[in-house]
């Protein structure tokens, strides 16, 4: 499918592991855009894309006990200027600029070791369940009256859990 059908928006895959005492996350991700997201880029209002992680220790006679939550965001903006599309990680600041929305999207599909809990904090032989899920959100700061009048806009897009099992 491509970027305009509205085709799959999901993580492929995921997993956390340790480097240098720190579990890092790395995954795959598909993230084919909704149009209204594609026509509010075009119209120069940014889309913020954001990875949502929550990791829990499992526990067998008591409740799971939650170990970490991160939130990765990031600012998808088309600059009419100079034709490009920067991509601003809103949790560090860098930004990068893309030719085309293709190659932007390709770049934010792979996520690449991101510090996310130290390994101190998790007890060793012990099951822990990672938990990814994305969302896409049409962030141009429109007021809610206009949002109101455009209400059949696809303001929201968000995935499905995906969820696996880490032994520690």
Known sequence: MSLEDGGRFEVRSAYLEPVDGVLRLSGV???????????????????TLQAELVVNRKRHYLPDQGVAHLVQ???LQYNALSEHYAVTNINSGQQTSYPSLSTALTSLSEIHAIPVLDEALTEKHQRYEGSLRLSAVIDGGLPDA???L??????????EWYTWTLRI
């Open 150 to 159: 455009m209400f059949w806009a696809d303001w929201v897009r968000t995935s």
């Open 29 to 47: 991700l598909d993230l084919a855009l909704s149009r209204a997201a594609i026509a509010a880029l075009k119209n120069g209002v940014p889309v």
């Open 146 to 148: 206009l949002r109101v």
């Open 73 to 75: 965001r990031w600012k």
